[in-house]
C-alpha cells in the first residue's frame, strides 16, 4: 500500500484516460484539465477505458511515482460526473483499489460462531 500523508487529498479524473501515458503526460493532465499542481503532494488517479486499470501519480517531495493496479476481474468504481476531479478519502481510495464500491462499502457477513 502507498503511504499517503494525512494531508494528502486522493483526487480521481471522471473520465476515461489513455493509459499509455506516463507521469509527464499524466501531470500535464492534471495541470490543464484538473487545473491542480501534480507536485503539491496530492494523488490523482486516471482510469482506462475497459475500467479495470487505474493509474495513480504521485509526487513525495523527492520524486515522482507512477502507480498502476489492473483488476483481474471486475471493474474500479468510478463517479459518471464528466470532465471534473472528485476528491475521495485515503480509507475510500483503499476500497476503490480493492475493487470494492467505494461510495458505499459493505460489512462483510461475521460468523455467530466459531468452529
Same mark, same amino acid.
Given at each position: 500500500?502507498? *503511504?499517503? *500523508?494525512?494531508? @494528502?487529498? $486522493?483526487? #480521481? @479524473? =471522471? +473520465?476515461? =484516460? /489513455? ?7 499524466? %501531470?500535464?493532465?492534471?495541470? !490543464?484539465?484538473?487545473?491542480? /499542481?501534480? #507536485?503539491? &503532494? ?5 482510469? +482506462?477505458?475497459?475500467? /479495470?486499470? $487505474? ?8 520524486? %515522482?511515482?507512477?502507480? =498502476?493496479?489492473?483488476? !483481474? ?8 460526473? %464528466? +470532465? !471534473? %476531479?472528485?476528491?475521495?478519502?485515503? @480509507? ?6 480493492? &475493487?470494492? /464500491?467505494?461510495?458505499?462499502?459493505? !460489512? =462483510? ?5 466459531? &468452529?
Amino acid at each position: 500500500m502507498i *503511504p499517503i *500523508p494525512t494531508s @494528502a487529498r $486522493v483526487w #480521481l @479524473a =471522471t +473520465g476515461y =484516460t /489513455d493509459m499509455r501515458r506516463g507521469f509527464p503526460s499524466l %501531470a500535464l493532465q492534471v495541470q !490543464e484539465v484538473l487545473r491542480k /499542481d501534480p #507536485l503539491s &503532494g496530492h494523488l490523482f488517479v486516471f482510469r +482506462g477505458r475497459r475500467s /479495470d486499470l $487505474v493509474k495513480v501519480i504521485w509526487h513525495d517531495g523527492q520524486g %515522482a511515482c507512477l502507480f =498502476t493496479k489492473r483488476l !483481474e476481474r471486475g471493474k474500479f468504481i468510478w463517479p459518471s460526473v %464528466a +470532465g !471534473e %476531479a472528485v476528491t475521495i478519502s485515503p @480509507a475510500q481510495m483503499s476500497y476503490l483499489l480493492s &475493487g470494492i /464500491d467505494w461510495r458505499n462499502p459493505q !460489512e =462483510t457477513q461475521r460468523p455467530t460462531r466459531v &468452529g
